[in-house]
């Protein structure tokens, strides 16, 4: 069987190349799709796991003023806790953030960089109240509230999602047609010897199989491509990323998880090449 | 073994064949003769369920062609061998590969599968041709070929349509040995033929003229069965004449053959 099926795409290399790279093409996007989201999921709890609140002070508050505060914000009971971080702290991160970048850190120096506090809520929906109280406050600079930019985030994923899922769509059936016309022509131009099998004896199986397998052999090869190339061009531009993102510890993607993506993929596209050598056999051999 | 019983088959309203009845036993050698287009392919179409009749009844052995399961029908055409009117060979395999390929159905291995095409190519007179493609033969070498490949499976019944169609008279007459060897063996040979020279005396011969049986000469081993019982008498009374005339002409072809060998 495995000889046959070798022996119709060495006859026709051009089709066999064809449903091979349409299949990469698609594997390759799906690939891309779920690594972006592998990321971006990442990249949500994140943010999500960062403080909630978080409240930047004028320069001239005192340390005392701000621990006023504080105290006012604890006194709601709606706080888990608050982390207050000096113009010294703010430097150290900011110097751990960039360390690559030696220009970066030879520009600042703590008397830029505003105290701050990080309010953690127990829940939610006290956001709203408690940045109400920071934002009344006269030794407020700004107030960031985290949950706006989560909610961004989430609303930008999706609609990259949907996007994405449309162009895999369409690429999938672009794929499953393609591969439904190369097997087509391919039982069309062997119709006399497929005849001639049944009419000696071969039952539909027998027929068929080569076919099947044929299909999941382009999902197979193009998944192996598409996947693998989008997964090493991924790892090849990883430092890129982890550099233009810096401070957002979304990375390293584990290899193991790579490669458990990578087969869950290559099941997929063997089942879909056979799904379109089965929509192509069901069509033309009746 | 084959029983056919009032089977008419129409194409397009057309028919091709009328109220054929006849009946072959296991073991037998029958000729079908007639011209082009009488209905011999038909008959055969039928007999591996390719077509199914119109009207009447087909059996083969305890199997009722009509109400056979189509799961079951790759199971009758192995139990059938047929050398195809066109051959039906595959030109892009080799001789081997050819006469392999109904084994590979059974699910034999492709060792086994090939040992026992070669054997069969070998006792055929093939032995040496083996990876040889069909082109690169003659035309009775690929009519042995396709021989070969019917009965690679051992088949009960062997159907040879026109085997010797497009032959010259010392091939055909190759061929005809051959098939009278596989059928001494014990396999019932069921040969379509419009070479009336070929015939030989002591077999059965169906006559069928556009689609009925105009005549049904038994041999001595079988005993004669007609669809068309009405003036038949008086048309095996002209075709006893027929073999009577034929058979001289037969043996000096032989002999001339012989003649040649030597």
Known sequence: MISTVSKYVRRSPYQALSAALIMSLTFFAITIFSILTILSIRFISYFETRPQLTVFFKDSASRDEIRGLENKLSDTGRTSSITYVSKEEALAIYKEQNKKDP????????????????????????????????????????????????????????????????????????????????IGIKITVRREEIETMKLLGATNWFIRAPFLLEGAFYGFVGSLAGGGLAIALFYYFSPSFEAFLRGVAIFPISPVMMLELLAIETIVACLLGMFASYMAVLRYLK | MIEFKDVTKKFASEPVLDKINFLIDKGSFVYLVGPTGSGKTTIFRLIIRDILPSEGTIALGDWDLLTLPRSKVPHLRRRVGVVFQDLRLLMDRTVSENVMLPLEFSGMSETEAREKAEKVLSEVGLAGKFDQFPLQLSGGERQRVAIARALVFEPEIILADEPTGNLDIETSFQILDLLQTINKKGTTVFMATHNEKLISGHDRVIVLEKGRIVEDRSSEKSKKKSSSKEDSQEKVETSKETEKKSHPAEDKIKLEILAKND
């Open chain 1, 103 to 182: 220009i970066l850190l030879d520009l600042v120096t703590a008397d830029i960089l505003p105290a701050s506090i990080e309010v953690q809520a127990t829940q939610a929906e006290y956001l709203a109240d408690l940045a109400g109280i920071v934002r009344g406050s006269p030794l407020v600079e700004e107030v960031v509230f985290q949950k706006d930019i989560v909610d961004t985030l989430i609303s930008w994923t999706n609609a990259a999602r949907r996007l994405g899922i449309a162009i895999i769509a369409i690429l999938v059936t672009v794929s499953v047609l393609v591969i439904i016309t190369i």
